[in-house]
């Protein structure tokens, strides 16, 4: 539950007087606590909201943080306060794409069916918001040269013409390859993340006769090494990204249509710390990030939190400390409806390696966590929000674990669940057969 302004600041005097009442008479204090609350009153008859103070990892607890705003030492951009926009909720998707070894699969209703044509050979990929197309990248050869092409396939049809030319991926030249793809909410845009690392954004055609795709390329400070993770506003008008610099630290960035940056977490006053994953909230304007506990060239989630592009108004919404000493919050999942956070926790294993905890879900509006029933031999790899609620893959917990920011690509026999969060239902759909 979030704590209004005027709680924040009357609580925050009440401690301060608490530390030094030992040093002034007890009249006094009563006093200044009298004074200090006067000029916040409540509406007759309404109840004060209670700020819960979570524990942190570390076992401190978590205070109320001030008022927040933005730095005021950093100017906003004019395209950042565009993106403060609530934008809509969304559709959920009526079809899902995933992969299982070397072939991709597509799941629509209760049935699972292949998507491409066996022995096609394919790397990065993205569900198109309504579930209908897919952006996959087909590897092929230029010369005897590995090379790749983004190719967007309708549901059930063959790969056609590449959006653009083939480019070669090995070799002096090179091109640096693409490691991931992301649609945007409208589906007239893909945001692609190259190796190297670098950023860019597709304008996909608007059927009007004009280039098929226009590219635009994000410049990115020299000092980044990784891009964690990548997406879209609810508005279409902009990417929010996490990328780690070579120095361990990874910070949240928004960008502009037309490669403009701005860092959101140095813009905050609670300082810029390390970042893990970000989501952004469709009708609400802002971005779910997780805070890492430290910063590493790994990334280690720490608790879930919500700040506006500009960096104020950062709000708790989950503290991983509620799980484990030691929990990590790894994947994020908004809902279309934006009412919802689907996220799975890691916690330390027996030799110090993550360790799969559990799948949950955070109302935002009320700060409920749902937890989500999974097979206990089972890891949660995949989250997709359907019409039906939330869908999720899991494969043994043995399974090989791929530590990039592209989805599950090994071979092992797999489950497919959802779960419906407005009735509590929750079943499995599907599940492979080992070989």
Not at 126 to 132: H, L, N, V
Not at 147 to 162: K, N, Q, T, V, W
Not at 278 to 296: C, D, N, T
Request: hydrophobic share 40%; aromatic share 8%.
């Amino acid at each position: 539950m979030r704590c209004p302004t005027n709680l924040v600041t009357c609580r925050r005097r009440r401690r301060y007087v608490k530390q030094c009442g030992k040093s002034v008479p007890a009249f006094l204090v009563v006093f200044i606590l009298l004074v200090g609350c006067a000029g916040e009153p409540s509406a007759p008859g309404a109840a004060r909201d209670r700020f819960t103070v979570l524990p942190t990892p570390d076992g401190v607890e978590s205070q109320p943080s001030p008022t927040p705003t933005e730095n005021p030492a950093l100017a906003i951009p004019e395209f950042v306060v565009g993106l403060l926009d609530p934008g809509p909720t969304l559709d959920p998707i009526e079809r899902v794409f995933f992969r299982n070894g070397r072939d991709l699969w597509q799941l629509t209703g209760d049935e699972v069916n292949p998507a491409l044509p066996q022995g096609t050979r394919f790397g990065p990929y993205d569900t198109a918001p309504q579930g209908q197309r897919v952006a996959i990248v087909i590897l092929t050869e230029i010369d005897s040269q590995p090379a790749e092409a983004i190719h967007i396939i309708e549901s059930g049809a063959a790969p056609g013409e590449p959006l653009l030319p083939p480019r070669v991926t090995a070799g002096r030249n090179a091109d640096p390859a693409i490691t991931a793809l992301v649609w945007s909410w409208d589906a007239t845009r893909l945001g692609v993340v190259y190796d190297g690392p670098s950023v860019a954004i597709i304008h996909l055609s608007p059927g009007d006769g004009g280039p098929a795709a226009v590219t635009t390329e994000i410049t990115l400070p020299d000092n980044i090494r990784t891009i964690e993770s990548i997406d879209w506003s609810a508005t279409g008008q902009g990417l929010a990204i996490v990328a780690r610099a070579d120095n361990g630290q990874a910070s949240l960035w928004v960008s502009s249509l037309d490669g403009e940056l701005f860092e959101v977490s140095a813009a905050s006053l609670e300082g810029s710390r390390s970042v893990a994953e970000a989501a952004w909230l469709p009708g609400r304007g802002r971005i779910a990030f997780v805070e890492e506990r430290v910063a590493s060239s790994r990334s280690l989630g720490g608790s879930m939190f919500s700040i506006t592009p500009n960096g104020s108004g950062r709000e708790l919404l989950v503290s991983s400390g509620s799980f484990a000493p030691a929990a990590e919050i790894v994947e994020l999942a908004a809902s279309p409806g934006g009412n919802f956070i689907a996220f799975t926790v890691n916690v330390p294993g027996q030799g110090g390696d993550a360790t799969f905890h559990s799948l949950s879900l955070v109302n935002i509006d009320s700060g409920e966590l749902i937890r989500v029933p999974v097979t206990h031999e089972f890891r949660v790899t995949d989250l997709w929000w359907t019409v039906e609620g939330l869908l999720w893959r899991a494969v043994h917990r043995n399974a090989e674990t791929v530590d990039t920011i592209s989805d599950y690509v090994g071979f092992e026999p797999f489950l497919i669940g959802r779960f419906n969060p407005d009735t509590g239902e929750s079943r499995f759909l599907f599940q492979s057969i080992a070989d």
